[in-house]
């Protein structure tokens, strides 16, 4: 049974079995810009928290370019140093006089700092100074990994792995070291996408290899969305709407909207084949939540594959006070409690009852939100597609008309989609990626951004994490 030192990172050590391994030597590779650092710094600076002395080893930077940059995350790393519990080792100048002097200076630094965590910063750079390979692999099993290992110190070893390729360093830290994390980055559409892999960690057992993390304000992993613990009754605070904007009840939706929802707007939410029903419903409490408390009506149609009874028990748990101003829509023909019946022989019926409801519900000093799932129009009425696209185009018309708000939903699949995606004023669109619900935008342009559920505290928001 291993000791375990914690990351830092929460969502990585629930993985991990509470962190990584006492006393083991880790290899954190990838390549430049990939967040190896800001790992590494993060790892060093949770010691400091608990009052373990820490050290960094750097053959690339000086020491205030990294008090710098760390300090731009909240890495008070100055203080630390004045507090006796951080030691910054700047090697740059000194590898050329031979790695064995090289490697005998950080292991005394260890014994003599009595550091409990190392990192140095790269064994890529330490490693130019050997002649041979089997040389370092010693220096990496005799030197660092033994007599630190007997000191009781963790270790991590950053390694570069060049561009385009798929080789570890200098492909043998792999084979000394306890464990390997692989940092990687790629672009979708020309948007970052960040990876932490496991590849392997002695003596654990790994709950998730693949993580999705960002850089944005330091280095943070992202919460996979786990739908089991989505709609769990939460009330979201009420924050106000403007004379020009309603809010969407999540913070960092209204800015990317420049003030949230636009009155007299149409906003498509394209949602992902693997996004599920919950997962879905979860992102749109707080939306139909921020506008019921704010004394504004709200029509729902449920997307294809939801019946309107787990709309209604969804919205009871999260607005129990605001349920009399939502209106839900039935299309299945199951005619359920409290719904108004769309159901008709062509798809004219629906369009009409539509209308009909609106008007009822509209009051002059509120707005009126429609939440349509276009999809499930689209299943019941598949053979009056052509007359469907132009019912469309005129809904989207009367609603900016009266000055309301109607969010479409559609799939990729859907063959309403261009329809949709030209009439839009805003086109986000919501996916499922390694575990993460994430939202971009497609107009306006947008990075990607992790969707995470608030705690349990009452006042906390839905949060959107940009991934950078």
């Known amino acids: 049974m291993f000791q375990r030192v914690p990351t830092g990172i929460p969502e990585l050590d629930d993985v991990i079995e509470g962190g990584l391994p006492k006393a083991g030597l880790f290899l954190v590779a990838g390549s430049p810009g990939s ?32 008090f710098s940059e760390t300090a731009r995350s909240g890495l008070d790393f100055a203080k630390a140093d004045e507090a006796g519990l951080f030691l910054y080792m700047d090697l740059l100048t000194v590898k050329n006089e031979g790695i064995p002097a090289v490697t005998q200076a950080i292991v005394d630094a260890v014994l003599d700092f009595k550091a409990t965590r190392l990192v ?13 390979l089997i040389e ?15 000191a ?59 993580h999705m993390f960002t850089l944005d304000g330091g280095f943070r992993m992202l919460s996979t969305f786990d739908s089991s613990h989505t709609n769990n009754g939460h009330s979201y605070p ?35 084949e693997d996004v599920s029903s919950p997962s879905l419903m979860s992102f749109l409490t707080p939306i139909i939540s921020n506008t019921v408390k704010s004394g504004d009506q709200v029509i729902c149609l449920p997307v294809n594959g939801m019946y309107p009874e787990e709309l209604q028990e969804s919205l009871r748990k999260s607005v129990p006070e605001g349920l009399g101003s939502v209106q839900i829509f039935d299309i299945t023909g199951k005619g359920g409690p409290n719904t108004v ?57 009367k609603v900016r008309n009266a000055g309301d708000i109607i969010v479409s939903i559609a799939r990729p699949f859907s063959n309403t989609l261009k329809e949709l995606a030209s009439a839009s004023d805003v086109h986000l669109r919501l996916v499922q990626y390694d575990g993460v619900l994430c939202l ?23 949060e959107l994490v940009q991934v950078s």
């Open 35 to 66: 967040g190896k650092t800001a790992f590494s710094a993060k790892f060093l600076y949770e010691g400091i928290l608990k009052g373990d002395k820490g050290i960094y080893v750097s053959f690339a930077e000086g020491r205030d370019a990294f």
């Open 120 to 132: 140095i910063d790269s064994f890529s750079a330490m490693a130019q100074a050997v002649p041979q």
């Open 136 to 150: 370092a692999r010693s220096i990496l099993h005799t030197i660092l990994g033994k007599v630190i290992r007997q």
């Open 152 to 210: 009781e110190c963790t270790t991590l070893l950053i390694s570069e792995v060049p561009m385009g390729t798929s080789r570890l360093g200098l492909g043998i830290e792999e084979f000394v070291a306890d464990g390997v994390l692989k940092f990687t980055q790629k672009e979708i559409d020309g948007r970052v996408i960040r990876n932490l892999v496991i590849h392997k960690l002695r003596g654990t057992k790994i709950g998730r290899r693949e």
């Open 238 to 272: 009420v924050i106000k709407n403007t004379a020009s904007h309603c809010s969407t009840g999540i913070k960092g939706l209204d800015a990317i909207l420049g003030g949230g929802l636009k009155r007299g707007s149409h906003i498509l939410l394209e949602v992902g």
């Open 341 to 397: 019946d769309l159901g008709g022989a062509t798809v004219l019926q629906p369009f009409d009852m539509f209308w009909k409801t609106a008007k009822k519900l509209r009051k002059p000093d509120n707005r009126l939100l429609s939440i349509i799932g276009f999809d499930a129009l689209e299943a019941r009425y598949a053979k009056d597609l052509p007359a469907m696209q132009g019912l469309i185009i005129e809904t989207i018309a």
């Open 440 to 462: 971009l935008g497609v107009k306006p342009r947008t990075d990607y951004y992790g969707v995470s559920l608030p705690g349990n505290d009452s006042n906390a928001h839905m």
